[in-house]
Structures are given as C-alpha cells and as structure tokens.
C-alpha cells in the first residue's frame, strides 16, 4: 500500500515564559489531543540563555568526539543489563527498519546511600575514559540536569491541561525521583527507502512520559497522527530555531485514558553521517527520555475516567512497563569479559 508522505505539519508552540498558564495549558490540551507533539521556547529556566545554548554545543561536540574513537575504546563503555552505556551498530532491534547506527545511553543515578540506587534505573551510568574524554562526563551530566529542570516545567503545564493541580506530578512517586534518560545517536551514511523499509530510525512510539529533541533545523523527522490509516500519511516536522520539539510518551496516554496522543514517529536518513550532537553535520539531534519514578503505579488519572469513560489499560509500575518495552526494542547482546564493563 503507498504511503503519503513529505508534507509539513506545523505545530502548536509553547512559551515558557508565559506566566499565564492556564491560557498556556489550553492551546497545548488541543495539541496533545491532536498529534501529541509540540514545540517549546523560552525554555532557558534557570536564567542563563547563552550558557544553556553553549552547554548544547558543547554537547553536541563531545558527542562527536565519542563516536570518533576507535570501536575498541568505544566497546569499553558497552551497555549493561539496564541499557547505560554504549550500543554497537545493529545492536537495536531492525524489525521497524532502522538503518545502521550506534548509540549512547545516560540517565539518572541513585546518590550514595540513596535506596534509590539498587533500583535498576538509577544505577550507575557507564562513563568513557575521562583519559581519552577529558570534561566528557560533567558535560554530559550539566546538560541532562539542564533538560530536566525543562522537562519538569512543561510537566505542570500538562497537569493543568489534564484538570489537575499544576504540581500534580511534583510528587515523589512521579517526577521527584524520576527515570531520566538521555541518549546520543550515531547514524552510519546510507538513504532512507520508505518502498524497502529504510529508515534512519524506524516508525515507533516513545516509552515514557515525553521525550524532549533539540534539533539543528534540517527536517528529517515525520510523525503520522493514525497509524491506521490506510494508505498512512507521513508529515515532517519542522525545526523553530532556539526550540525544542517535545513528544508525548506512552505512559501519558495510558495516564491520560488516551486523551493525550503518543504517535508514531520516524527519521529518514539522506546519506551523508548524522550524529544526535554533532553541530558539523545535517539533521542532529539529542533525545531526551522522561518518565516517572521506578515505583509509581501508571494507572487511568482521576480526571480522565468516568462512568461512561472507563479505563483502558491495565495499571502496571513505571518500572515494570519499562522493563517490558525495552525487551521488545533491543536485542539481547552481552558484552564479551573483556569489554565488559567493571
């Protein structure tokens, strides 16, 4: 069956600095309910607009600098059980079609002492060499706590378009203690052929509560709002400079009773090397993963059921779910002894 594809779809954009929030809540409900995408501005939080835009290219260079080395230092920091670390080429799952690519994973940590840190998502990231990547690390780590201070914002103005108390997910069962990923993403030249079923990163939904992408302005990502639709209509999704598009996970749409769309995106490649933090080269981005806490229990919220409404899914752990999805997306590959990390 022939797809549609190649046409623009624009998208609503939220203002954080808008300090009416109930005006902002309403236009993003309609954005949510409709594609489950958006773009987000004024996202520099803490104040310093010039040192959160030079922390992202810096970001974005010592991405770079990773995906550079030779395959043999890059295999000494190769993922654990829990995904942190660094994935090979075609160690992804290629049944969506994904073209060849490698990838790093980094996320949350549990603190010293911290019962946290025994849960399997908040153990301890695997780490370059800082010998060979000297500054890699806090670069890394500065900018996930940058992205999560953004991710926690837009957060309250979700609540708030749900009917719920702005701090609603400011809880420690939610977003006080949650699972934080960010991932680097490495894209080996070739093309994109939707008629073969090659893509830079196959038709999927994201996991988690939303997923946060900084873009250099090349279109190369397209969403399709219904999956069944027969043929499937494919859009791009332009790039806004200085925004960052955001996309809405599955957890939001159990949470929400499927009010609130986690639609299905991919990424075509067009040949040429694409790195997820290179500012050198054509279509780049980082994602940034957000989910809630390992325990909280995603069940139908309050506001989004009914006696005519019930819920549609089942409860189940954050950590649970995740757990499930991320065996149905990866293969399971062990690291050999000695290149496994110690």
């Known amino acids: 069956m022939r797809k549609m594809e190649n046409k623009v779809l624009p998208l609503t954009c939220l203002d954080l600095a808008n300090f009416d929030l109930l005006q902002s809540a309403v236009s993003l409900k309609q954005a949510c309910m409709d594609c489950g995408f958006f773009y987000v501005i004024n996202h520099d939080i803490s104040g310093f607009f010039f040192y959160f835009e030079e922390l992202k290219e810096e970001v974005f260079e010592q991405s770079k600098k990773f995906f550079d080395l030779p395959l043999e230092d890059k295999m000494k920091a190769l993922r654990n059980e829990t995904h942190r670390g660094y994935s090979p080429a075609l160690e992804q799952n290629q049944i969506h079609g994904d073209y060849n690519k490698e ?4 996320g949350t940590e549990g603190l010293k002492d911290d019962p946290l840190k025994a849960k399997p998502f908040y153990r301890p ?3 370059p060499d800082s010998d060979v990547l000297p ?3 806090m670069t890394m780590e500065n900018y996930h706590q940058e992205l999560l201070r953004v991710c926690k914002a837009i957060a309250r103005i979700l609540a708030l378009a749900l009917d719920l108390d702005a701090d609603y997910f400011n809880t420690s069962e939610m977003l006080e203690n949650p699972i934080a990923y960010m991932r680097l993403l490495h894209y080996e030249g070739g093309m994109s052929d939707s008629s073969r079923g090659i893509y830079g990163c196959g038709a999927h939904t994201d ?3 939303m997923t946060l992408l900084a873009t250099d302005g090349v279109m190369g990502l397209q969403i399709c709002k219904d999956k ?4 499937q209509k494919w859009e791009y999704v332009p790039s806004i400079d200085g925004a ?3 996309n809405l996970g599955d957890v939001l749409e159990r ?3 499927g009010l609130f769309k986690s639609t299905m995106h991919r990424v075509l490649a067009n040949g040429q090397d694409r790195y997820s933090a290179s500012i050198k080269f054509m279509l780049t981005f980082i994602p940034f993963f957000l989910s809630p806490s390992h325990d909280c229990l995603i069940e139908c919220l309050p506001t989004c059921q009914s006696e005519n409404n019930l819920p549609k899914y089942p409860a189940i752990t954050c950590s649970a779910y995740l757990t499930q999805r991320y065996k149905e997306s990866h293969r399971e590959t062990r690291a050999s002894p000695e290149n496994r990390p110690k």
């Open 207 to 209: 996991h988690g509560m």
């Open 228 to 231: 069944d639709m027969k043929p």
């Open 103 to 106: 990838s790093f994973f980094m």
């Open 255 to 257: 949470w929400s009773n």
């Open 125 to 127: 990231n695997i780490w």
């Open 244 to 246: 960052y598009i955001v």
């Open 135 to 137: 500054g890699w690390r």
